[in-house]
Antibody, heavy 125, light 106 residues
């Protein structure tokens, strides 16, 4: 069965650091772009960052640039999100997702077809 | 960042109803848009990508359309399992941006 499982979320103080992990099973992440999406309590979805199959290209939300780093270990079949200088507004459930990255011959389209169950990060004193 | 304005924020409907949800982009995003369904406490689920393409396994009562920068998700014949929150997501440029969500209630 194709699955993603996040871990690492917990209560952390403002200014603290945390590393989230996303373990894949049933498929190899080396063939896919991978993405982190978050959802603050009672709020909508927010795209956070993504990383190319070989790790050579990364993109992230402006509000996390310089604080969050997305990375991957294809040999370990895992995705990571290193979160530093955490703020109260980073409090959210963090989901990892697989991007099918579909091509129609002209354009590449995101299609997040497999998601983990999410891990809760709470930033509070 | 591209702003995606989704409407309505919530709606009430009955089983069998035809439901339409709209997302407006503040600039041209071609057909670089996906739709996701999320139920409480669960991860989102991909419904459509590239504005019109139904993800494998998603019922055909879900469909997408586009008119310029306005995208529509239509559910033709609402089923009990369709009561959820729906989000659009533009993937035309970075950062990717979601619409604010539409909660479909009974």
């Amino acid at each position: 069965e194709v699955q993603l499982e996040e871990s690492g979320g917990r209560l952390v103080q403002p200014g603290g650091s945390l590393r989230l992990s996303c373990a894949a099973s049933g498929f190899s992440i080396r063939n896919y772009w991978m993405t982190w999406v978050r959802q603050a309590p009672g709020k909508g979805l927010e795209w956070v960052a993504n990383i190319k199959e070989d790790g050579s290209v990364r993109h992230s939300l402006d509000s996390v640039k310089g604080r969050f780093t997305i990375s991957r270990d294809n040999a370990e079949n895992s995705l990571y999100l290193q979160m530093n200088s955490l703020r109260a507004e980073d409090t959210a459930v963090y989901f990892c997702a697989r991007d099918l990255d579909v091509n129609d011959g002209k354009t590449w389209y995101d299609a997040f077809d497999v998601w983990g169950q999410g891990t809760l990060v709470t930033v509070s004193a | 960042a591209i702003q995606m304005t989704q409407s309505p924020s919530s709606l009430s409907a009955s089983v069998g109803d035809r439901v339409t949800i709209t997302c407006r982009a503040d600039q041209d995003i071609k057909t670089d848009l996906g739709w996701y369904q999320q139920k409480p406490g669960k991860a989102p689920k991909l419904l459509l990508y590239a504005a019109f393409t139904l993800q494998s396994g998603v019922p055909s009562r879900f469909s997408g359309s586009r008119s310029g920068t306005v995208f529509t998700l239509t559910i033709s014949g609402l089923q009990p399992e369709d009561f959820a929150t729906y989000y659009c997501l533009q993937d035309y440029t970075y950062p990717r941006t979601f619409g604010g969500g539409t909660k479909v209630e009974i």
